[in-house]
């Protein structure tokens, strides 16, 4: 009925940084389940989910939470989303549907088809910022968030359905697509848009950032992020990200062509197309 | 006296775009000046000046502009900013001091060293944004913003001292530095980041702009800025932010072998020192 929220029962959350925090804050907020239990590999990060009363209970391994769940959602870094899917599936019911918010997609739908055929549903929510950890986790973190599914020919529909209106119902913006034209989106979208940015930060001498002004702050802000989680992403998505900065370089290099040669026209044309694209956005 | 505000009996502003306007509003609103002449291009703009107030007069062209004044301002674009002074040199005083607001430095204190010698100051106060135009100034466009000045061996000491002063009390972090230096600098902090942004919006599909995120929207901001007055910044600071551009090519193609090679380690290395970097400012 696809009208009314979507409810479930007990919703098992693996990984309590700020994507699991701010979901499970979330789900209670709109009222979504009945029950949350929580599992983070760190035992301090349990006992303050458990005081904060994100979650109603917490357990030792994500074999546990997952056995009475009617949903599952992996939240831990991209890396771990594949060995956490092969980890759960003999403890999850074939009723159980598992989702993820993992940034990238293939290698974690791949893992979803070979152990959860047909119940896994990849998502990303294109929420947070450079804080992470449950400490920065806020109930309105998906309002108005871009949220990619990326079902796929072995997904059931009814799963796929269900998961579009989870995301719906806290606030997302849903797309749907494949897998692999996620990477690749991403990868032109958000990937290389950090890269660029850690570069740009690299590059400066220690004079140069006591002068930087908001253009400066605004192009690198994404650079804060935690080196870790984008390390996984990056190692994850390697060969899209690749070709998003082969075409970055090749449209520097025009530039700078046209820059030695001082051709004031060519410069003006390639900054006034972009300049339209980013003004119309 | 140094410690006194500084006053100018009558300031001539030549140019009355966003940063002419709101230097008009700010020397106003701090009582810095007894009056103001302005002076634009475009006889529309003149007429918008008169009709906000934000100036006492408007005059026909720059040298009748300067005629009288103790304090000229030029606040047109970069390219044009070098004629003026030319045009100007004739009709001002020799008690008259001559600053600019230019985003770039070198050509135009050389046209200040040759035509106004000792009396002519760069500076650049590092204020703005996406918005340009008379309409979008502001009286607090300077509060808190950074302003380097940037004095020649031949500047003489009192002009810099006043020049210094006045940005001072306009509210700017000021910090004098050499033009060739400013333009080493501003290319790696302002105009790379331009560059870079321009490039990221320029490569996507039409598909993925459609889902892009809060970073990509930091990362890519400086590029809805004005095609005409960036391309006037590139032309004449083509030679360092060339250099630029070079360093952060270089960057990223480490960055993509390291990729290629599913190097996580350096992956993270770099990305943490860009991050660590970033964060602490």
Redesign the interface.
């Known amino acids: 009925v696809a009208d009314e929220a979507v409810k479930y029962r007990l919703v098992a959350i693996l990984g309590l940084g700020l994507l699991g925090s701010s979901m499970a804050r979330a789900l209670r907020a709109r009222g979504l389940c009945e029950g949350i239990i929580g599992w983070s590999p760190r035992e301090s990060t349990r006992e303050e989910a458990l005081n904060h009363k994100l979650v109603d209970a917490t357990v030792d391994s994500p074999e546990q939470a997952v056995a009475e769940a009617d949903l599952v959602v992996a939240a831990t870094p991209v890396s771990h989303i594949v060995k956490l899917i092969g980890a759960i599936s003999k403890s999850t019911t074939n009723g159980t549907i598992v989702t993820d918010v993992g940034s990238t997609k293939r290698s974690i739908t791949d893992a979803g088809d070979k152990h959860l055929p047909g119940r896994f549903v990849g998502s990303h929510p ?2 947070g ?2 804080k992470s950890g449950l400490a920065a986790s806020r109930a309105d973190l998906f309002q108005n ?2 949220c ?1 599914i990326t079902p796929t020919e072995s997904t059931h529909r009814a799963a796929v359905d269900r998961i579009e209106k989870l995301w719906t119902d806290l606030g997302c913006r849903v ?1 749907r697509m494949g897998p692999l034209e996620h990477d690749r ?1 991403m990868a ?3 990937h ?14 220690e ?22 989680l ?3 992403i ?2 994850d998505n ?1 060969d899209a ?2 070709r ?6 090749a ?3 025009d ?2 062509t046209a ?2 040669a ?1 051709d ?1 026209q060519r ?9 339209k ?3 119309g ?1």
């Open positions: 294109m929420a910022g450079e968030a871009p990619i797309t989106l032109d979208v958000s290389l848009p950090h890269a660029i940015a850690a570069a740009v930060v690299a590059i400066q001498e004079r140069a950032l006591g002068i930087a002004g908001n253009g400066f702050r605004d192009t690198t802000r994404v650079a804060a992020g935690d080196p870790q984008w390390r996984d990056f190692i390697r990200a690749c998003s900065i082969d075409r970055c370089v449209w520097l290099r530039f700078r820059l030695q001082g004031g410069i003006e044309s390639m900054l006034a197309a972009a300049a694209r980013r003004a956005m």
